[in-house]
């Protein structure tokens, strides 16, 4: 066998070597993340700080106290209600109301001292205090003189439904025990009165202290709507009312 016959033998008869394909592999595409603006990460922040301020007004008299005295909220919630209150300021003034004026432009110089970590602490008791009273003297109209000696009609509706065992806070219910010798009779069920104006700060704390202990089962508010005209008070009595009962409230107006 010559050499060209040799290579064409080899040529044929040899196996050649199978080749196989390596799968390449894939590569996952990360899209970048889109980054929001300063303006737009200001927004999430505002709707948070009003979010947790709602859940603050929510909270009873006795729990808003410890949160705007405490370290850290207590300078938190100043920090948010200083402009609140710059603006109240400043609707007052332009509507002629030189009360309001000063007392919300007071209110306003304590919330911009009280968000100073440790020095703010001297004044953040003295506000919650303010604020409280604010409400009472912002107050136009008030059921002091409209409270009379008698069984609020509400008691004796027969929708209202209160058993035997139950507590009952009634919110502006005047200065007369009448309601409350009624339900505790006919009833055999205990009535809290809490009223701002016909009745004492100690008899009033004394509620609050007791429903905070223990919720009330009813809430009934007859006829103090009415009778309010500033729609941040009326708002005020219908967040109390919602943080007094466990289970209905009742409403006359």
Do not use: C
């Not at 003295?126 to 009273?133: E, F, R």
């Amino acid at each position: 066998m010559n050499q060209n016959e040799l290579y064409k033998t080899l040529a044929v008869e040899t196996p050649r070597p199978e080749i196989v394909e390596t799968p390449k592999p894939e590569v996952a595409v990360v899209e970048p993340q889109k980054s929001i603006t300063d303006e737009e990460a200001g927004f999430e922040l505002d709707n948070l700080a009003t979010s947790l301020y709602e859940q603050y007004e929510k909270l009873s008299p006795a729990q808003r106290f410890v949160a705007e005295v405490a370290p850290g909220t207590g300078e938190a919630i100043s920090a948010y209600e200083t402009p609140k209150y710059a603006r109240e300021t400043k609707e007052a003034f332009e509507e002629g109301n030189y009360g309001q004026t000063a007392i919300k432009g007071l209110l306003t110089a304590m919330s911009a001292i009280g968000s100073v970590p440790i020095l703010g602490a001297a004044v953040r008791a003295p506000k919650a205090i303010v604020k409280t009273g604010a409400k009472k003297i912002l107050q136009e109209f008030t059921s002091a003189k409209t409270s009379r000696p008698q069984i609020a009609a509400i008691f004796k509706d027969k929708n209202f439904d209160i058993k035997p065992g139950e507590i009952n806070i009634d919110i502006g219910g005047g200065k007369f025990d009448k309601g409350s010798d009624y339900l505790k009779k006919n009833k055999k069920a205990k009535n809290l009165v809490y009223d701002i104006f016909n009745r004492s700060k100690e008899h009033n704390n004394e509620i609050l202290n007791t429903i905070s202990k223990k919720p009330a089962d009813t809430a009934t508010v007859a006829n103090v709507l009415n009778v309010i005209k500033e729609p941040e008070i009326r708002k005020s009595v219908i967040e109390e009312e919602n943080k007094s009962k466990k289970r209905v409230a009742y409403w006359r107006v």
